[in-house]
């Protein structure tokens, strides 16, 4: 799985792939955190859990993202080193079970990221995987 940056107007996107879903979402997280921050400590934070469902996958994408600003704000962490399963429901819907490791804010040097936004986003099955684009509102 791997994330990359891009330049979008005022904002910043994140392009990921993965093998899976999960992985793809991983990344995806990933790159917010890198929209967040540019040197991200590897011996401090405690790990805490995120699930979430929806009717799409990029709705789930969406809300996913979403639960992770939340919990950034609310925890007051900058989630890193994220893990991803995502799974079918029931119904026809979809369910995300994912974990991140939370950063104090104190413990780094970040910059904040307002919220996702739905505009332009991509979730598309390719040949080698998964491929997202999510846009951020910086």
Same mark, same amino acid.
């Given at each position: ?6 330049? &979008?107007?005022?904002? $910043? ?30 011996? *401090?934070? %405690?790990?805490?859990?995120? =699930? *979430? ?25 900058? #989630?890193?080193? &994220? %893990? ?5 429901? =029931? ?12 950063? #104090?804010?104190?413990? $780094?040097?970040?910059?904040? $990221? ?10 598309? %099955?390719? =040949?080698?995987?998964? &491929?997202?684009? $999510?846009?951020?509102?910086?």
């Amino acid at each position: 799985m791997s994330h990359e940056l891009r330049e &979008h107007t005022a904002d $910043v996107a994140v392009d990921a792939t993965g093998e899976s879903l999960g992985a793809l979402f991983a990344a995806v997280a990933d790159g917010l955190t890198a929209a967040q921050c540019d040197d991200v400590p590897v011996d *401090v934070g %405690e790990r805490f859990a995120v =699930a *979430v469902e929806s009717e799409s996958v990029e709705s789930l994408l969406f809300d996913y993202l979403d639960e992770l600003v939340y919990e950034r704000d609310v925890r007051e962490v900058l #989630p890193a080193d &994220h %893990e991803a399963t995502v799974t079918r429901t =029931a119904g026809d819907g979809w369910r995300v079970d994912a974990s991140a490791r939370g950063i #104090p804010f104190e413990a $780094v040097d970040a910059r904040e $990221v307002k919220a996702v936004t739905y505009s332009e986003m991509t979730v598309e %099955e390719t =040949a080698d995987g998964w &491929h997202a684009y $999510v846009v951020f509102d910086v």
